[in-house]
């Protein structure tokens, strides 16, 4: 949970909708795992490419 | 200024120097990302709900198959055929597949015989429309389905702070609803 919050919080920096980073914060403890590690691996991608795309 | 506004003054802006050029690709560049993003996760919220109605199975069978035909129907499209942008997608997938669970759990505390026979038509004339029907299904929900009742009231919240979005989509899911013969569903 720690890591999605801190993944959200970069990705609002970034212009994310802070609305929707919230819903997956409030419903990510009542997840699978399987589900867990979909969400943080599409939200950690997507960070990822932002700041790529900043950087270029 | 985040990304929205940041793209709103250079969309004004007639003058592209090659420094708001280079600064126009990357908002382009941005966009693509969040919207290839978005649409991934719309489509993860889709398989949370059905998979979160697999729970209503195990108390009442006949409104499992309803709220997994609903859901897709409400994310399928609008009921006016609107396209929806990528970006819009997520915000639709939550909305309205929030919606459809919620009147799902509402119908399985009606009495049966209405439903069975009517199917959605008369299921929904029944049921007042509004964001409260969220709360309230996320309320019943909480002893009987308890792995529903966080996502509803993470709906609840969502639809809080877009409640524009909110409207017009719970509108729009509720238009698509009506028109579904789900009468061999509830059966």
């Known amino acids: 949970m720690k890591k999605l919050e801190e993944i959200s919080d970069e990705l609002v920096k970034q212009g994310e909708d802070p609305a929707e980073l919230a819903f ?3 419903i990510f403890d009542h997840l ?9 691996a599409n939200l950690e991608k997507e960070l990822e490419e932002l700041k790529k795309a900043n950087q270029s | 200024m985040n990304f929205e506004n940041r793209r709103k003054k250079e969309l004004v802006s007639e003058d592209l120097s090659p420094k708001k050029e280079k600064e126009s690709f990357v908002f382009e560049r941005q966009r693509e990302i969040m919207e290839r993003a978005k649409f991934e996760r719309a489509q993860y ?3 949370i709900l059905v998979s979160r109605t697999a729970d209503l199975a195990t108390n009442f069978i006949p409104v499992a198959g309803a709220a997994k035909m609903m859901i897709e129907a409400a994310i399928g499209k609008t ?4 396209k929806l942008t990528r970006r ?22 009606m009495p049966q015989e209405g439903g069975m026979a009517q199917g959605a038509v008369g299921v ?3 049921i007042e429309f509004g964001p409260m029907v969220v709360k309230e299904a996320a ?8 792995a529903v009742a966080p996502v509803l009231d993470a709906v609840w919240d969502f639809m809080g702070k877009k409640k524009e979005a909110a409207k017009r989509i719970g509108e729009e899911a509720l238009r698509t ?3 579904m013969d789900t009468r061999h569903a509830f059966l």
Request: proline share 2%.
């Open chain 2, 124 to 126: 929904f004339g029944k």
């Open chain 2, 177 to 179: 609803l009506e028109h």
């Open chain 2, 79 to 82: 009921s006016s055929k609107t």
């Open chain 1, 24 to 26: 997956w914060e409030a």
């Open chain 2, 139 to 146: 309320e019943f929900a909480r002893e009987k389905f308890p």
């Open chain 2, 45 to 47: 919220v889709k398989d």
């Open chain 2, 88 to 109: 819009e997608r997520i915000d639709y997938a939550i909305i309205a597949g929030g919606t459809a669970v919620a009147y799902a759990l509402v119908f399985s505390g």
């Open chain 1, 32 to 40: 699978t795992e399987e589900e867990q590690k979909k969400i943080l």
